[in-house]
C-alpha cells in the first residue's frame, strides 16, 4: 500500500525517534484513517531520515564553526574584553580613597586583606589578578600566532641529534683532507 505524503512524513519522524515496526504501526493504527507500515517501508524511511539528519548535521556542524567562540577573531575579542575588565578593576581600585594613602596603593596592584583579631589591614601585590592577566595576553598572543613555545630537537632516541665533526667539517670545506691541510693547528 502506497502512503500519503502526511503518512510519510510521520514515518520519517517516527523511524528518526528509533521506533520499532510494531510501535509505529501503534501509532499508526490511531490515525484517522488507520494505516500499517511494513518493513520495507520502514527500511525505506530510516535510510531516507538517516541521510536527511546527516545532510542537517553537516550544515549544523558548518554553522557551527562559523559562529560564536568556533572564530577566532570572537575568541580574541572575548579575551581582550576580559582583559580590560580586569585592567578597570587594576584602575578603580588605585582611585580608592583608602588605597591613597598606602605604599604602591595608587597603581592599583595592591590588595586589602585583613588579619589579625583587631582586623588589622594588610596590603599585598594581587598576584592572581596579574597572572590571569598574563595568561589572557599569552593567549591572544597565541590565538594570533604571535607566540610560539620553544621546543628541543631530539634524536631518534629521544637524546641529543647526533652530529659528527667530520661530516661537518667536510661540508664546510669539500673534503676532511683539504681542512687539515689549511688549518695550521
Not at 575588565?85 to 595592591?110: D, F, S, W
Not at 599585598?124 to 620553544?150: F, H, Y
Request: glycine share 8%.
Amino acid at each position: 500500500m502506497s502512503l500519503t505524503k502526511e503518512q510519510r512524513n510521520k514515518l520519517l519522524t517516527w523511524a528518526a525517534e528509533g521506533l520499532r515496526l510494531p510501535e509505529i504501526n501503534a501509532r499508526a493504527a490511531q490515525d484517522d484513517p488507520p494505516w500499517d507500515v511494513t518493513w520495507h517501508q520502514l527500511r525505506a524511511a530510516r535510510k531516507k531520515s538517516s541521510k536527511r539528519y546527516r545532510d542537517l548535521r553537516e550544515v549544523f556542524e558548518k554553522e557551527a564553526l562559523e559562529e560564536g567562540l568556533a572564530r577566532r577573531a570572537v575568541r580574541v575579542a572575548e579575551k581582550m574584553k576580559r582583559h580590560q575588565l580586569l585592567r578597570q578593576v587594576i584602575e578603580e581600585r588605585g582611585r580608592a580613597n583608602y588605597m591613597q594613602e598606602v605604599e604602591g596603593g595608587k597603581t592599583g596592584l595592591l590588595v586589602r586583606d585583613f588579619k589579625g583579631a583587631l582586623y588589622q589591614p594588610v596590603y599585598k601585590v594581587d598576584a592572581a589578578l596579574l597572572k590571569e592577566m598574563r595568561d589572557l595576553e599569552r593567549e591572544i598572543a597565541i590565538e594570533l600566532g604571535e607566540w610560539t613555545e620553544k621546543r628541543e630537537l631530539a634524536g631518534p632516541d629521544g637524546g641529543p641529534i647526533p652530529i659528527a665533526v667530520t661530516d661537518l667539517v667536510g661540508k664546510i670545506y669539500g673534503e676532511e683532507e683539504e681542512f687539515a691541510d689549511n688549518n695550521p693547528e
